[in-house]
């Protein structure tokens, strides 16, 4: 009997990216690409606390414990999370998930990406056996708890999410670029992306209109001439600029090669305009 080939294990904080936008999932997760911003940085600082994994083992059967940091996979959901917190009440099992800022004031008080991260969190425990029906978001600035209950329409969109994903990290063809969306701005990735740009280009491909013409940037080939010989001159004739010692030229340099010239002896240096 054939076996199904395993799904790679991709971090559940990718399908957070993918939900936001695929490209960007596409970018870090199968291009490597990462670049900060200041939300990346401030969220690695609100998880500070819960990156520190709990040093002892809560039994399961106690009525109530926490977890730190825990890492926990699904080999059939071809997913692996690390757990911000964990809490267990009474054999009922919560992820919480840490994020920084404020609560946000939408319909459900937290947006898709972060809803869907957390069901994913969810499903995770489900598949390892434990009693789990609903997960938190905890935001760090507002200091709220938000609940994020797996009913029917967050998990159907949570597994389509999962599956699309999965094409997405297989596929050499990149997701297109998000158009004139409010989400670019603030994406950590926008530098590389590249969105109206991209879209520009897509736009004149598609539509045959005049190529884009090429822009190229004057190259700076000015460099500083340093004077390094005591009793050493300089001075300027036409459009060049002689350098001698003791009377006798040594050098002759184009005046528009010369960025500055810079007397080591006096300490001075006179920038070409
Ligand atoms: S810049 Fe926009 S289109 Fe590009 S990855 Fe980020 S959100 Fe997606």
Redesign the pocket.
Known sequence: MEHAPEKPLIPVRMLNEFT?????MH?EWVQGEWQDNYETVDGRFVHRRVDDPSRTQPSIEDASWHLRSLTISSPSLGLIAKLDLVKGDKGRVSPIEFKRGKTPRVPNRAYDPERVQVAAQCLILRDQGFDVDEGFLYFAESHERVPVILDDSLLDLTHHHIAEMHQTAVSEVV????ID?P????????G????DE?ALLQWHDETGSQPIRRLIPSADIKVPVYLTQQGTSVGKSGKRLIVRDHGTTIQEIKMMEVETVCDIYTITSYHML
């Open positions: 936001y936008c695929p490209r960007l970018l997701p297109p670029v998000l969306s989400k670019c701005p603030r994406c950590s990735l926008v590389i992306c590249l969105p991209t």
